[in-house]
């Protein structure tokens, strides 16, 4: 059995950047992720003026809840979608001119339900070229709070946004959601932001979010449940097993739900109280899945699908046409590349193994982390898989390459 120490959230620590920059008082956090996105997060605190101390297992933030320490800024969020979706949200708490660009993928990443929804609150924001796009700057007098609409049918990290930005506000938030996806990462933001001190509540389609602040606190970040997808897809590809330690029944992530697609699919699933273990039994079954909610782990679905008995068909996962890359036709196109049949849809795509396994090709990553890792389990079965920018897993996990090469000694592949 392989047990494989996986990195920090990725979703966790953003939230709990943002909720530590804004709470009163000096917050810890233990185990965060350290990685390009999390990095970009942290530099863009430091530029907008808070402080953020780092050791080795943990960083400690000073937090302003009157908003960022300087008055001018330009912030640089490279491709991390949460800091460039969640930092102008902290920004316009404050008072002073903020400017937000990103990497040309960044740039080209749908923003303008959030930034609507800002403006529908009275923040003074304009997009500097395409609407709805970075770069953008807020001219920054704090938020009064009050009534919002907002779609978030393209990303759950809008709602987010908003979310914690309520109780930064004077007057509190009411946001009534007309669509939404992914809604276990709203989950995860309404946990955190409780811990924070936050009082926040649903009601059905609408979400109330008090004013007051948040306390600062020390909090622990759980491991990536959308990292760890890689690890259980190989033993449920390869017959082996793998342990993954601080996963388990009380995990916040949504992205754990995993596990069961690859239950379905006929691998051997246990849970614990502080871990889970998925292992292999010698084939995988076809399966029609509907991933809305857990769609950062289509792709791994879609790498093993090839080995199944039957077609793989995932639904209702529109939304990943608009992540780092059409992540939906990046899988079609790379399996199509392997000799694999593959039928796509606005929101699904169905995986049609032959009687001829993959063949190996070179896999087009369009810079996208998760392609990387995804087909990287697939190059457990299929020999000759290489990729054009295999670099590109430092966005949530630097090391992956020599972490995945050690899993595959661990499972003799």
């Known amino acids: 059995m392989a047990v494989v120490d996986i990195p920090g959230s990725k979703s966790i620590t953003a939230r709990a950047l943002f909720l530590a920059a804004a709470a009163d008082g000096v917050t810890t956090l233990t185990r965060p992720l350290r990685s390009d996105d999390s990095e970009g997060f942290a530099e863009g605190l430091r530029t907008l003026g808070y402080r953020v101390g780092r050791t080795p297992d943990a960083w400690q933030i000073d937090g302003r809840p009157q908003g960022p320490a300087v008055t001018d800024a330009e912030v640089y969020c490279r491709d991390g979608a949460t800091t460039a979706r969640f930092l102008p949200a902290l920004a316009a708490a404050g008072h002073g001119s903020y400017r937000f660009d990103a990497s040309a993928q960044m740039r080209r990443r749908p923003l303008l339900p959030l930034t609507r929804a800002l403006r529908d609150l009275g ?4 997009h500097e070229e395409a609407e709805g796009h970075h770069p953008l700057r807020i001219e920054a007098a704090g938020v009064e709070g009050g009534d919002v609409v907002l779609d978030a ?4 990290q809008y709602l ?6 309520g109780p930064l506000t004077r007057k509190g938030l009411r946001i009534t959601v007309t669509d939404l996806v992914s809604q276990p990462y709203v989950e995860i933001t309404l946990a955190m932001m409780r811990t924070f001190g936050a009082d926040v509540r649903r009601d059905g389609a609408t979400y109330l ?9 020390t909090y622990a970040v759980e491991p990536d449940a959308s990292t760890a997808s890689y690890f259980f897809a190989a033993a449920a590809l390869t017959g082996g097993e793998v342990t993954v330690p601080g996963l388990g029944t009380g995990a916040l992530q949504g992205d754990l739900g995993f596990v069961d697609v690859l239950r379905r699919m ?15 039994t010698g084939g995988l079954r076809g399966v029609t899945v509907n991933m809305r909610d857990i769609s950062d782990t289509m792709p791994t679905i879609a790498a093993i699908a090839p080995f199944a008995d039957g077609p793989v068909r995932i639904e209702d996962v529109a939304n990943t046409r608009v992540k780092e890359c059409d992540r939906l036709e990046a899988c079609a196109q790379n399996l199509r590349r392997l000799g694999v049949e593959v039928a796509t849809g606005p929101d ?7 009687a001829a396994l993959p063949a190996g090709a070179e896999i087009k990553t369009y810079g996208d982390h998760r392609i990387v ?4 389990v697939t190059g457990l079965r299929t020999p000759g898989i290489s990729f054009d920018d295999p670099g590109c897993v430092r966005k949530t996990f630097p090391g992956f390459h020599e972490a995945f090469a050690e899993l595959r000694r661990d499972i003799g592949q």
């Open 348 to 354: 699904w795509i169905e995986i049609r193994p032959g």
């Open 123 to 126: 923040v003074d924001l304009r």
């Open 160 to 165: 987010t946004a908003l979310l914690l930005l």
């Open 266 to 280: 006929g691998a051997r699933v246990e849970i614990g109280a502080d871990r889970t273990t998925v292992a292999g």
């Open 209 to 217: 979010v008090a004013p007051g602040g948040y306390t600062a606190t």
């Open 373 to 376: 890792m995804s087909f990287a």
């Open 153 to 156: 049918g393209q990303s759950s």
